[in-house]
C-alpha cells in the first residue's frame, strides 16, 4: 500500500501561530500599561488567558481532526460484502 502525503491544516496552524503571538504582545502590553497605571491587572491577565486556552485549544483539536480525516481519506477501507 503507498503511503499518501498527510497535510496539516496550514489556516489553523496560523491562526495558532497569531494567537500565541497575540498573547506576547496582551502581556508586553498589559505590563507597560500596568507600570504606567500603578495596578496589577489580575483579573484581565487571567481572563484573557483563560480566553485564549480554550481558543488555542480548539484549533488544536481541529487540527488533529484535520489530520485524521486526511488519514482516513487517503487510505479508504474496504467495502462491506
Not at 503511503?3 to 496550514?10: G, M, P
Not at 500599561?33 to 487571567?46: F, P, T, V
Request: aromatic share 4%.
Amino acid at each position: 500500500m503507498e503511503a499518501k502525503e498527510i497535510k496539516v491544516n496550514l489556516d489553523l496552524m496560523n491562526a495558532l501561530i497569531k494567537m500565541r503571538e497575540a498573547s506576547i504582545i496582551f502581556e508586553e502590553q498589559l505590563n507597560v500599561i500596568g507600570e504606567q497605571a500603578g495596578i496589577d491587572y489580575i483579573e484581565e491577565r487571567e481572563e484573557f488567558l483563560d480566553g485564549l486556552t480554550h481558543c488555542m485549544n480548539a484549533i488544536g483539536k481541529m487540527i488533529g481532526e484535520s489530520v485524521v480525516n486526511g488519514v482516513c481519506c487517503s487510505i479508504p477501507g474496504k467495502a462491506a460484502t
